[in-house]
């Protein structure tokens, strides 16, 4: 290719900015995945259900890497105030996704009318991360999958 390591990193500014410009690649494609999986799904519950089931799914493959998303905020925190606006915002596209498939199935009678929407779209989002980050640690994938389908217990799924 001929490009130099140097050359490679000035192009975009310097390390960092190859990090944040990865790092923004890889959020944003994550999570128009994820949305499709929500928006494709024939049902609301269904469309949840199936966005941690491929989180459990896929995991073992992703072991040794695990979610980038994941690592990095595990990583950063909110130390660094572009990887946490890089973060935020993309979590919160997801977390707005998952509240609206959770709207969809109170309204449809699949989740009980009582439920905290917004809080449960959080929860459902953590836990997502809980399933990557457990994956990586050695959970077996009937363990990825059974916290998957208790997550949605949690929140009310009928």
Do not use: W
């Amino acid at each position: 290719m001929g490009l130099s390591r140097q050359s490679f990193y000035n192009a975009f500014g310097g390390k960092r900015e190859v990090f944040l410009a990865a790092l923004e690649r890889y959020a944003a494609e994550r999570t128009d995945a994820q949305i499709a999986l929500l928006s494709d799904a024939p049902a609301p519950l269904q469309g949840l259900r199936d966005l941690l089931q491929a989180v459990a799914a896929h995991a073992p493959d992703r072991r040794k890497l695990g979610c980038m998303s994941v690592a990095t905020a595990s990583a950063f925190g909110d130390e660094d105030a572009d990887v946490s606006a890089i973060l935020r915002r993309h979590g919160l596209r997801l977390q707005k996704a998952m509240q609206a498939s959770l709207s969809r199935a109170r309204d449809d009678g699949q989740l009980q009318g009582d439920t905290d929407l917004p809080l449960a779209a959080q929860f459902l989002r953590t836990t997502q991360h809980g399933i990557s980050l457990a994956a990586r640690t050695g959970a077996t994938p009937a363990q990825l999958r059974g916290m998957a389908e208790l997550a949605l217990r949690a929140v009310g799924a009928a």
